[in-house]
């Protein structure tokens, strides 16, 4: 595996507030990262921090090993992280030439990129002209013009209707495709599972969890029960050493396993101990109800 991005216990403070609070990942070649969570997370500031466009507090940050100097390591980076800035009266081309002119790249990769956006055809039409989908397309290609290793979007479909959140999505699995490793922001959870491998999940700053996305779904379920003996039945639930945390939710138990169980093996074990069941459902976590677990679970700090 080859890390191209690593942070260290990085932090950032506003005045009191605490907009990055110790945090710790790192991203590896190939792989397509989201940073989740509500908006005010701490999310911009941290793509922020590592752009070097934000002054850390404290912590550090290291690209590609440590091997290249931050200003070198940029220059292998990708990224929009504002809203797109073009020149209106110039044609997607003229203003992706200029960008060349700017970073010193070569202009024969203007059109390979207009097409990885769906817009060469609208290669010769005013900036002014374009649909605000279309504004964000052309950013992403002139963040592709020097062959990124890695590309970094902030919040890439926000204010886009349904067709131009489709689209960028499309654009962002394609690039993945091509081996291109992708770190993107974004306070939506669909977003994040349907183009993302893998996840850091923040909130107030403070890392929640971070591993592959497939695998936050991946627990063990629950099961949900009642008994007319409702306190015994939680007694015999907590011996059970494949059952962990349970919650008592009016009047229905909610057991959560540490261990792989089928509803026939908890139910001849209670049985087994007296106890007959009225109610016994097993149910799996989806992403959405994991993910409000998370970030619930600190709500009280
Ligand atoms: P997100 O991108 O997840 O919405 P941000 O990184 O923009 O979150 O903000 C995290 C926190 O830091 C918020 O509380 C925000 O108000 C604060 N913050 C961000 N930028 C500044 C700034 N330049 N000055 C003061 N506070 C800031
Ligand atoms: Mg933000």
């Known amino acids: 595996m080859e890390t191209i991005l690593s942070l260290n216990n990085l932090t950032k403070r506003f005045g009191k507030v605490t907009a990055v609070d110790n945090l710790s990942f790192s991203i590896e070649k190939g792989n397509v990262y989201g940073i989740l969570g509500p908006n005010g997370s701490g999310?911009?500031?941290?793509?922020?921090?590592v752009l070097n466009v934000v002054n850390k507090t404290s912590g550090d940050f290291k690209w590609f090993?440590?091997?290249?100097?931050t200003h070198e390591a940029l220059k292998k980076v990708g990224a929009i992280i504002e809203h797109p800035n073009f020149y209106p009266y110039m044609t997607a081309e003229q203003n992706l030439a200029l960008v060349c002119k700017i970073k010193g790249t070569n202009r024969d990769k203007i059109h390979e990129k207009l097409e990885i956006v769906g817009l060469l055809d609208r290669k010769d039409s005013k900036f002014k002209t374009f649909s605000l989908g279309m504004k964000q397309r052309l950013a992403i290609a002139s963040a592709l013009l020097?062959?990124?290793?890695?590309?970094?979007?902030?919040?890439?479909?926000?204010?886009?209707?349904?067709?131009?959140?489709?689209q960028i999505r499309e654009i962002i699995r394609k690039i993945a495709a091509g081996g291109t490793t992708i770190l993107l922001a974004s306070h939506l959870l669909?977003?994040?599972?349907?183009?993302c491998s893998h996840?850091?999940?923040?909130?107030?700053?403070?890392?929640?969890?971070?591993?592959?996305?497939?695998?936050?779904?991946?627990s063990h379920g629950f099961f949900e029960l009642k008994a007319s003996d409702m306190q015994r039945l939680?007694?015999?639930l907590k011996d059970h050493p494949k059952i962990g945390k349970i919650t008592d939710k009016e009047g229905l138990l909610t057991a959560f396993l540490d261990d792989p169980m089928d509803a026939e093996e908890i139910n001849r074990y209670l049985f087994e101990k007296?106890?007959?069941?009225?109610?016994?459902?097993k149910r799996r976590e989806s992403l959405e109800e994991q993910f409000l677990q998370l970030t619930n679970q600190t709500s009280s700090n």
């Open 234 to 236: 939680e007694e015999l």
């Open 199 to 218: 996840v850091v999940i923040i909130r107030k700053g403070v890392k929640l969890y971070s591993g592959p996305v497939d695998e936050i779904i991946n």
């Open 190 to 195: 669909d977003e994040v599972e349907k183009v």
């Open 274 to 281: 007296g106890l007959s069941l009225s109610y016994l459902i």
């Open 65 to 69: 090993n440590g091997k290249l100097s």
């Open 43 to 49: 999310k911009s500031t941290t793509l922020g921090m």
């Open 146 to 166: 020097n062959d990124p290793e890695i590309l970094i979007l902030d919040e890439p479909t926000n204010g886009l209707d349904p067709q131009g959140i489709h």
